[in-house]
């Protein structure tokens, strides 16, 4: 949501928008990631696959996550995040993929930071993120 703030605010920046295709990648990445790594357990394991499915507590576990995250949503009155140290550290890896050299992964950064991380967003400990 700050990627799309940051672009709105720049009136479509290349900067801004290149800050928001990382963003959308890095979403992209994290939501496709479990599934690919669960479906070839699940055809390795199917006996366990069909425990786990058939298992009367999914139902529960699920809405405890849920409850959990907008319990969260209420107390912060913000969308529920990775710290920015690991969405930064996503940004980095989906361009490092391509290009790994230490001048293309430091403007990535900078720009994956000014654009998509909120300004003071705390860390999980409540640490700076400047400390790491």
């Given amino acids: 949501m700050t990627a799309v703030g940051s672009c709105l605010r720049a009136r479509g920046a290349r900067r801004a928008l290149a800050g ?3 963003a959308c990648a890095g979403a992209v ?3 496709v990631l479990p599934p690919a790594v669960a479906l070839p357990a699940m055809m390795l394991e199917p006996q366990t696959a069909m425990a786990l499915l058939q298992a009367h507590g999914a139902g529960a576990a699920f809405a405890a996550g849920i409850a959990a995250w ?3 949503l209420a107390l912060e009155r913000r969308v529920p995040r990775f710290g920015p140290t ?3 550290a996503t940004a980095l890896a989906i361009v490092a993929a391509i290009r790994d ?3 293309t ?3 990535a950064e900078s720009l994956y930071r000014e654009t998509a991380v909120a300004p003071g967003y705390p860390t999980a400990v409540g640490v700076p993120d400047s400390a790491f």
Avoid: I, M, Y
């Fill in 70 to 72: 907008l319990l969260q």
């Fill in 29 to 31: 990445l994290w939501t």
């Fill in 101 to 103: 050299d230490d001048r």
């Fill in 86 to 88: 690991f969405e930064a």
């Fill in 105 to 107: 992964l430091r403007r």
């Fill in 20 to 22: 928001l295709g990382l």
